[in-house]
């Protein structure tokens, strides 16, 4: 470890040391004081409880314990976070806010009976009971439990943690600082390596010119740069030449594909195209060979193994080789005289190396010369060095390009219209540099053009090249240009056999994109528009998944259309070949927006303009404009047949228009609901028992009566009423965060209920890979369900006719109790927001999964009220807060809920059980 890093991790640890236990001894003192604080609450509880109840001390009568409750399934029955019992001196329940008390524990009723008062804790409960004295002398025992509100004691931790980082960061910022100021002249060498990036690799470190251990290693670190600059410099010309020489043959191939595939050819025109792409393929495989072997020269460098040739052999075998690739060049090859001692004929160098080169300089001979021909002559008379001469008698090279010749990719002026890489010469260059030869070119237009290679012989030659390591990689083979040909052309009928592929997932990210724009267009126009409460929005979101099924049906393979299960909508098949499904998707969620938000404020109308002409354009991009148009039909057709199919339904038409009815007089009599709260606003949607159902009719499913109504504090009635006020003395800011995440009752503030299940939705699908069958699979069967429950939950409500909390408390227990928000204007029993959470949780869990990880982003942001994020494990957890939240908020009682679940996972199972399909897809 650096000294620096270690002082710095040593004065961290004690800091960090020090400064955590002042917070963990912070933070268990707060601990106990909200204990203490929460056991006050309890006992506060208690006391009143006692002194309201034991008021009618005459009514008190033991409570018999009833299996009723322990019926209902964990995922209807709400759970208890809080209840107080009040027991009489024989240890008998005379009281309790849940209706249905736990077995008393014998012995704490004991102790509280014998010292007066006693707390504890109890699994997950805080316990807090207190012996009381009547004006009777009788005596009654009050036990008061809760779950803890540990809610500040979470914010403390939090504050102590994040003070506990930034505190710790500052000592690590201090530490580090003293630190550096010991180390400043390694300090300065780090910064100056750290300022070196690989766009300036030529910048070096400054050496002070002291003979001392840091000018060491600065030297050192310059000499490695020096070696990763010509790396870099290697690597970069590589990709420089692949870029170059690759896009022009890839460029003209795709050009002639996409003009043999314009329309049909004749059998000439296509033999024509693919010469014409073979050729084109070829020379590709020429350049990436010949590209393959600079880069390996390039590379691999020093470590390329030399060994002792005889250079008349080895050049034999280059001209049998390259006549056996070239057949239509010839090459002559002179000797002079040779000599009498073998020994003169050895030269040192790379076998395949030197075969690259020599073979370039064939073919480069053979090429620019007008009868292919190239002569090769060996002269083998000077004692030092053999020099091998190519030459041809073609045209000449200008002598102010002599030089250029071996730069990469340079074609001389008077060649320009001749095929060739580019890269050959260069690469003869590279090879011949490695070897630490020679080579010289003479040319003119009398004597044609010479390549010259001295090569020194084997006993002249330079000892780091004699001495190369002989244990490098082999070199590779060279390819042959038929093997590179074939995997080309391979890769081309790859491409081809996936466009097919490619067009069909074109097709459905555009439906996904339009199926989830529209919803989230929709989710909005809901939202911002007077009269769709709850009914209402369902019994769109029904119509809107029937609209969508219907548009879709080209593309669910064996599907039932819903015309085929409710004969009055109308249907007409598509008449195309090629179907836009997006096109008809949007076509269809258009209309429908237009025919059912004709009150809707115009610049959301326009906006929904606006999306139909962006998808409208998306679908032209990737599809035929005649399937577009006749897709777009398609779903406009649909989106009427649906809208007209809406319009049957008389009593609920247009209902967005005539919420209240002030015409509607509820049944007299106590327990009865009534308009309540300041406004006073008539019913909502009295006759709404008479709307379209699509699966389930509501006589289909047997209703649960609410508990009987009384005012009788030893009642069923009472102790629920009673729980609404101790949850609400005071409301703790997790309920309160509960109540309000989940308040969706105000128009134009918050979405409804119907519209808040379809943002879950939609978030789903965003995180979570969802197929744009179960895509629309979801909208219709969501849409039904929820538009189904409503119509079981209003028919109950208004039949049963239950008053709500707030008329309840205000007239038997406390007059100046109110709920956290404005009670709605209609009956209590059963919950909608609960049958609502119910149905639609079912559905999503029988698509996603029973465990899911997911947060409600849905107010995310939100000032007017709490709409922080919550974050859940799994979909009943979603369904049962949702449905306590209505106890929080002071809306509903504990029955209401729970029968609302009840009826919306009755819906759920029924439409889950509706058959989609003729076979299974």
């Not at 590709?284 to 072997?293: A, F, I, P, R």
């Not at 466009?499 to 126009?525: M, Q, V």
Request: aromatic share 12%.
């Amino acid at each position: 470890m650096k000294i620096r890093n270690k002082l710095t991790l040593q004065f961290f640890l004690v800091s960090a040391g020090i400064f955590a236990l002042a917070c963990f001894f912070i933070y268990e003192l707060f601990k106990q004081h909200i204990h203490e604080e929460f056991y006050t609450l309890l006992e506060n509880k208690a006391r009143m409880t006692a002194e309201m109840v034991l008021r009618h001390e005459e009514e008190l009568k033991p409570i018999v314990q009833t299996k009723e409750t322990d019926s209902l399934s964990p995922k209807i029955k709400l759970p208890f976070t809080a209840n107080t019992s009040i027991y009489n001196q024989n240890f008998q329940c005379v009281f309790s806010l849940t209706g249905q008390p736990s077995e008393p524990d014998q012995h704490l009723l004991s102790v509280i009976n014998r010292d007066g008062f006693a707390k504890l804790n109890r699994n997950q409960f805080h316990v807090f009971g207190a012996r009381h004295f009547t004006p009777k002398g009788n005596v009654y025992l009050s036990l008061s439990e809760e779950v803890a509100d540990l809610s500040k004691l979470n914010k403390l931790r939090n504050i102590l943690i994040l003070c506990f980082v930034v505190t710790i960061f500052f000592v690590i910022l201090s530490s580090w600082f003293f630190a550096g100021q010991s180390l400043r002249p390694v300090s300065h060498i780090v910064e100056d390596v750290d300022a070196i990036l690989p766009a300036k690799l030529s910048t070096r470190l400054k050496d002070q010119g002291s003979d001392d251990e840091l000018s060491h290693l600065v030297k050192t670190f310059n000499n490695l740069l020096e070696r990763i600059d010509l790396a870099f410099n290697v690597q970069k010309k590589f990709i420089a030449n692949v870029s170059h020489e690759l896009k022009n043959p890839l460029a003209a191939i795709d050009t002639q594909l996409q003009f043999v595939n314009s329309k049909d050819r004749t059998q000439e025109e296509y033999q024509k195209a693919i010469e014409s792409i073979h050729e084109d393929i070829k020379e590709m495989s020429q350049t990436m060979e010949k590209l393959l072997q600079l880069a390996r020269v390039h590379s691999e460098g020093e470590r390329i193994p030399m060994s002792l040739i005889q250079i008349d052999e080895h050049i034999y075998d280059c001209r049998e080789y390259f006549l056996k690739n070239f057949p239509q060049y010839q090459v002559s090859l002179h000797f002079s005289d040779f000599p009498g001692d073998e020994k003169q004929l050895m030269i040192t160098a790379n076998a395949a190396l030197l075969k690259i080169a020599f073979m370039n300089l064939m073919e480069n001979a053979c090429k620019f010369s007008p009868q292919h021909f190239v002569s090769v002559k060996v002269d083998l008379t000077h004692p030092e060095s053999i020099s091998i001469e190519f030459h041809n008698s073609g045209p000449s090279i200008p002598q102010h390009e002599l030089d250029k010749i071996f730069e990469a990719f340079y074609r001389s002026s008077t060649q320009a219209r001749k095929k060739g890489t580019g890269i050959g010469l260069h690469l003869v260059k590279s090879i011949v540099q490695l070897h630490q030869f020679d080579i010289q070119v003479n040319s003119s237009e009398k004597n044609g053009t010479s390549f010259t290679v001295v090569i020194p012989r084997a006993e002249f030659q330079s000892k780091e090249i004699i001495n190369q390591e002989v244990n490098a990689i082999d070199p590779a083979p060279v390819k042959s240009s038929i093997g590179i040909s074939l995997w080309t052309l391979l890769a081309f009928c790859f491409f081809f056999s996936c466009k097919n592929s490619e067009t069909n997932d074109i097709g459905n990210d555009l439906a996904r994109k339009a199926l989830h724009t529209w919803y989230k267009e929709f989710k909005i126009l809901d939202w911002n528009t007077d009269g769709y409460r709850p009914p209402v929005s369902a019994r769109l979101y029904a119509y809107l998944g029937l609209g969508v099924w219907q548009c879709s049906l080209p593309v669910l393979d064996s599907s039932v259309g819903m015309h085929e299960l409710f004969p009055e909508i109308k249907y007409k098949p598509y008449s195309g070949t090629k179907f836009s499904h997006a096109a008809a998707i949007n076509a269809c969620l258009h209309e429908l927006a237009k025919q059912f938000f004709i009150s809707a404020n115009m610049n959301l109308l326009k906006q929904a303009d606006v999306i139909y002409k962006k998808i409208q354009e998306d679908c032209y991009k990737y599809f035929p404009e005649d399937a577009v148009d006749l897709s777009d039909q398609y779903g406009l057709e649909n989106a009427q047949f649906i809208y007209d199919y809406s319009k049957m339904d008389s009593t609920s038409h247009q209902s967005f228009l005539y919420n209240y009815d002030p015409r509607y007089h509820p049944p007299e009599g106590k327990g009865k609901w009534r308009p309540t709260g300041a406004h006073q606003m008539p019913a909502l949607l009295p006759h709404w028992n008479r709307t379209r159902t699509f699966v389930v009719k509501p006589e289909e499913i047997k209703s649960n009566p609410p508990i009987e109504f009384s005012e009788d504090r030893n009642s069923r009635f009472f102790a629920e009423a009673f729980e609404l006020c101790q949850l609400s003395q005071p409301l703790s800011d997790e309920n309160r965060w509960i109540a309000e995440f989940w308040s969706d009752d105000f128009p134009g503030i918050a979405l409804n209920p119907a519209s808040r299940w379809l943002s879950i939705l939609i978030q789903l699908e965003e995180k979570f890979p969802v197929s744009i069958q179960q895509m629309i699979e979801l909208r219709l069967k969501i849409g039904l369900g929820l538009n189904d429950a409503v119509v079981k939950v209003w028919t109950d409500k208004y039949y049963y006719n239950v008053e709500r909390p707030e008329t309840y408390i205000n007239r038997v227990i406390s007059s100046s109790w109110q709920p956290l928000h404005d009670t709605p204007p209609f009956p209590a029993y059963p919950s909608g927001h609960s049958a609502f959470g119910a149905c639609a949780s079912s559905i999503l869990q029988s698509y996603f999964g029973t465990k899911i990880n997911f947060t409600d982003n849905t107010h995310k942001g939100r000032k007017e009220f709490i709409g922080t994020p919550r974050t859940f494990k799994d979909f009943q957890s979603m369904a049962l807060e949702n449905a306590l939240s209505r106890l929080y908020i002071g809306a509903h009682f504990r029955m209401d809920c729970e029968e609302g679940l009840r009826q919306g996972y009755i819906v759920a199972e029924k439409v889950s059980q509706l058959k989609l399909y003729k076979s299974k897809p």
